[in-house]
């Protein structure tokens, strides 16, 4: 027989042998009851445990505090540099000589004699003649209301000497008076004074005023 058949025929029978053991091992083994043993603790109880997460309770650290306040200084005070400048004094003048012409006096002028003063301008008068013969006609229609006063006026004296006109200064309270004693100036009933200047005569305002009084019993 050659060297090679020698060999497989030996493994053969070697791994014959080591299944013949195994299986012998599993029948002692099912006998003994080891099997069951084995599968009891393989079966045992299995604990589950819920594992909770620690809670890190330790308190954050406190923030830091704020940094103090920056206060700016103020730039020290530095006093301003006086810088005394001296003037000098102003020259002096230089004296110059001057010649005065001679004085020449002027021959004195005769003096005219002084001329006589111009006459004082007289100023215009009412004729109380006239005025007393021709007096404002009472307004009817202030006779019937009652109405009294008195009116102060001045008149308009032309050259020739008469009145032409009147202007009321002070009025009696009632236009019906006033308008009386103008109407009645406007008729040129009354004669005047006219003013002079120069000796001419010259028509003009009187400058001092005269005065009438309305009263009822004196009423037509």
Known sequence: MPYTAKQSSSSRLIGLVATVLI?????????TGLANKVVEVVKGPV??????EIKDETPPPPP???????TVQPPPFVPPVE???DTPPPPSPTPVATTKPPVVVPP???????????PAASPVKLDPA?????????????????????VAFVVYCD??????????????????LDEAVVR???????????ETQDGKSLATWSSTKMAYRFQLKDAR
């Open 184 to 194: 009645q100036a406007q008729r040129g009933v009354w004669k005047c004074t006219a």
């Open 130 to 150: 006239s005025f007393t013969r021709y007096q404002p006609e009472y307004p009817s229609a202030s006779s019937r209301l009652g109405e009294e006063g008195r």
């Open 108 to 118: 004195t002028a005769p003096v005219a004699p002084a001329a006589p003063p111009a």
């Open 23 to 31: 299986q012998a091992g599993i029948v002692y083994a099912l006998v």
């Open 47 to 52: 604990e589950t445990k819920i594992i909770e």
């Open 64 to 70: 830091p505090p704020p940094p103090p306040p920056q």
């Open 83 to 85: 810088v005394n400048i």
């Open 159 to 176: 050259a020739s000497g008469r009145v032409t006109d009147a202007k009321i200064v002070e009025s009696s309270g009632h236009d019906r």
